[in-house]
């Protein structure tokens, strides 16, 4: 039935890709369950709009940094290895919240310190799942298997976070925590038995090999602009930093619950009826249009004065970032050199990473000097502003066709080439 509504189940077939998207679902189900829980306690903790969207300032530093040297280990190191390493991270990291949970008066300064650790493994790791991920699909695979990150995504997005809202507020942080330290540890096994991937031994240094990859950007502006698009739509309107203030307006008291649920739910509807994307050869202009439609969706959200409005402005918004993810992903594994996709992976991740975490310090910071609704609409209204100003100033993105684009050519003809 997945199938038949438009995901391609096809790139599950690989055994070795198989092994890495069950773990990452099983990572992303108590990481998803850690974020809805992290704001709700120091919301518990300091009763300030402000410190609980300081999370996302807090986490800027390591995730820039951590994306370009993850980049470079991603090229050059053994990508198994490095995956595993870094999930040990996330694992310790992880452990200190459970501890810190269960003291009689948590600190904030802990949180923060987690947070920013997990940050910094997060983006060491991330590059390296990226390249792995394009090189276990085949090249005329890789929408599929964009779509299929998609759906695990948005499944652990909806199960994650209302799991551990319903468990932070019935049992406390800590027993969330709890099992998200139990998902790293089932995870380790299933990763550990992916190939392991010899690192290519260059003699260049970091420094050289990362310049080299943000050098490869400077003639791909298409690029680029895929990386703008997402981070002024994210850094102008990311909404759930503020979900709990939100939920506190309704009278409903499973509000939050379901506030959580409305982009991931509006992001798994779309996923699944997205057979309609194999026609669209214009990626760009499909990112362009998503993440306009992302920004009217906030402002819907945050104008609406009943909580079913709320969900539906929500729900808009989810799909759209979900056919965002899509297309991004597609444009960067079909037209990225595959000795260039961990640097570039790197930079994919500081992208869509730094976007949320500034929208939500934004949101926060707006919200102490006006109203919540004002900040939230204004932040919406300013990303779909804002990316459409992206297509008039990078107009290779909106012409970008994969039919035409050499890159996405001449990367086919790199995958298909028999080995030397």
């Known amino acids: 039935m997945v199938r038949a509504l438009g995901v391609d189940l096809r790139p599950l077939a690989s055994g070795p890709y198989r092994r890495l998207y069950v773990a990452g679902l099983v990572t992303s189900l108590g990481q998803q369950a850690s974020y809805a829980t992290i704001p709700f306690q120091l919301r518990q903790i300091t009763h300030s709009a402000l410190a609980v969207g300081a999370v996302g300032l807090v986490e800027v530093v390591p995730l820039v940094l951590g994306g370009l040297y993850g980049g470079y280990l991603a090229d050059v190191r053994n990508r198994r290895r490095v995956i595993v390493l870094f999930e040990v991270a996330l694992a310790l990291a992880t452990g200190l919240l459970v501890v810190n949970g269960r003291l009689t008066h948590p600190s904030a300064l802990v949180i923060y310190g987690c947070a920013f650790a997990l940050a910094a493994a997060g983006a060491l790791q991330r590059p390296s799942i990226e390249a792995l991920n394009q090189s276990l699909v085949g090249h005329d695979l890789q929408r599929a298997s964009a779509t299929l990150a998609n759906l695990r995504y948005t499944g652990a997005s909806i199960v994650g976070p209302t799991l551990g809202g319903l468990v932070a507020v019935a049992l406390g942080p800590s027993w969330v ?224 066709d994969a039919r035409v684009d050499p890159h996405v050519a001449e990367v086919r003809r790199l995958r298909t080439r028999p080995p030397e």
């Open 177 to 400: 925590y709890g099992a998200n330290l139990v998902t790293y540890v089932a995870s380790l096994a299933l990763l550990w038995s992916l190939p392991s991937t010899p690192g290519t031994e260059s003699a260049a240094r970091p420094r050289e090999l990362v310049a080299d990859g943000l050098g490869y950007l400077r003639t791909r502006p298409d690029i680029v602009g895929t990386y703008v698009v997402d981070l002024l739509a994210m850094a102008w309107a990311f909404p759930v930093g503020m979900l709990s203030f939100v939920a506190a307006r309704f009278s409903e008291h499973y509000a939050l619950s379901l506030l959580y649920l409305g982009l991931p739910v509006g992001a798994l509807v779309a996923t699944l009826t997205s057979r309609w994307t194999h026609r669209i050869h214009r990626y760009g202009r499909a990112i362009v249009a998503s993440a306009m439609l992302w920004g009217v969706g906030i402002t819907v959200f945050a104008l609406g004065g009943s909580l079913v409005l709320a969900l539906v402005g929500l729900a808009i918004a989810g799909g759209a970032d979900a056919m965002s993810g899509v297309f991004r992903s597609t444009l960067w594994n079909e037209s990225i050199p595959p000795d260039l996709r961990g640097r570039m992976a790197g930079v994919e991740m500081i992208s869509y990473s730094i976007g949320p975490t500034a929208g939500q310090f934004r949101a926060g910071a707006m919200t102490a000097w006006m109203s919540l609704r004002a900040s939230l609409a204004l932040g919406g209204i300013g990303a779909a502003l804002s990316v459409g100003s992206v297509a008039l100033a990078l107009p290779s993105l909106w012409r970008f």
